[in-house]
């Protein structure tokens, strides 16, 4: 899932770091494909709505990984009825109990996923509005890798808001209320204990906090959107985890809140320029103007060329980000290049 190449970390120009060529026209992580994964676990009662929902969509470039949790009622008989009448519908069945966490990353580890793709995650007991991927589709297209929609918990409230900048994710109130999604590079960057509890197994409860936190540090306060309208509808039973995991739960909330944060990513840019004969006291205002060539949120990689005696004294000046969104690298000109 790595890209490799600039062709691969976005439209790669070049200048002199005086001149401005116009920017391309697309990003190298705009989306092409987006996946929904449905986790569920005897959810006869509830999927055939939620699949319905999927189904009434505006927007209706979507497929369906449904990822049943070794149900033992009808769950799997209805998802493959619905898999007869729409194409788009998969169901990946787990013979063996894997709970929410375990159940949702072998779903998505089975996708072959592109950086660019959009990954949604729908519980199978819940449903969205008809306009709900169709709205988070576009802010992905804009630039944003990890995008939510406010819920209708059902009882009346929900837990919904935009991310404060300049506040430590892990130290903000839960924000994250449903419909999520994600660039699939943003899930890419994690490893396998992100998802551990204690006593190293997966999570089985306060699993999205371990899935969504590392994710928006990854991605940056300004690539992440929260779309104010309740496009979700959250279902309340006796099944639910806050309800059968609740201890469980806390206790996960509170252990994955202490855990190191994460650096934003640095290996997947919307935009790539290669930049050469840059001086120093000319690094910010470079920056600001590659900042205005490219339209808010996307990332810019600003690639610089240099010799490789030129190594030490630019050890300081690169891998840091120099502006919003704009990021300055070092690469050392390869045998023969010329500047």
């Given at each position: 899932m790595r890209a490799s190449g600039d062709e691969d970390h976005g439209a790669l120009r070049t200048m002199n770091g005086k001149g401005s060529e116009p920017a391309a026209a697309r990003s190298a992580l705009y989306p092409e494909r987006l996946v929904v994964v449905v986790p569920c676990r005897n959810c006869a009662a509830y999927i055939g709505e939620c699949l319905d929902s999927l189904r009434a969509q505006t927007f209706g470039g979507w497929s369906a990984l449904v990822a049943d949790d070794a149900s033992t009622d009808e769950t799997p008989d209805i998802v493959r009825d619905f898999m007869r009448l729409d194409s788009r519908i998969d169901l990946r069945r787990g013979e063996e109990r894997a709970f929410l966490m375990g159940n949702t990353l072998a779903a998505l580890r089975s996708l072959d996923l592109r950086p660019s793709d959009v990954v949604a995650i729908l519980d199978g007991d819940d449903w969205i509005r008809p306009t709900c991927l169709e709205k988070i589709w576009e802010r992905h297209c804009q630039g944003y890798d990890l995008v939510y929609t406010d819920e209708d918990v059902q009882g009346g409230h929900s837990v919904g808001a935009a991310l404060s900048f300049g506040v430590p994710v892990r130290r903000q109130s839960w924000r994250f209320s449903q419909l999520r999604s994600f660039k699939a590079h943003l899930f890419g960057l994690l490893d396998d204990e992100t998802f551990r509890d204690p006593g190293g197994g997966y999570f089985r409860a306060a699993g999205d906090l371990a899935l969504y936190l590392p994710m928006a540090e990854l991605a940056g306060p300004d690539k992440v959107s929260f779309i104010p309208e309740k496009l979700y509808y959250y279902r309340v039973h006796e099944n639910c985890?806050?309800?059968?995991?609740?201890?469980?739960?806390?206790?996960?909330?509170?252990?994955?809140?202490s855990r190191p944060a994460l650096m934003r990513q640095a290996e997947f840019f919307d935009f790539t320029e290669r930049v050469e004969r840059l001086e120093k006291p000319r690094i910010a205002d470079v920056a600001r103007a590659?900042?205005?060539?490219?339209?808010?949120?996307?990332?810019?990689?600003?690639?610089?060329?240099?010799?490789?005696?030129e190594v030490d004294s630019w050890r300081a000046y690169h891998e840091l980000w120099v502006e919003d969104g704009v990021y300055l690298a070092g690469t050392v000109r390869g045998e023969g290049e010329q500047l």
């Open positions: 985890n806050f309800k059968v995991l609740r201890q469980e739960q806390l206790d996960n909330n509170w252990y994955i809140r590659v900042r205005e060539r490219y339209p808010r949120p996307c990332s810019v990689r600003i690639e610089h060329v240099i010799a490789a005696d």
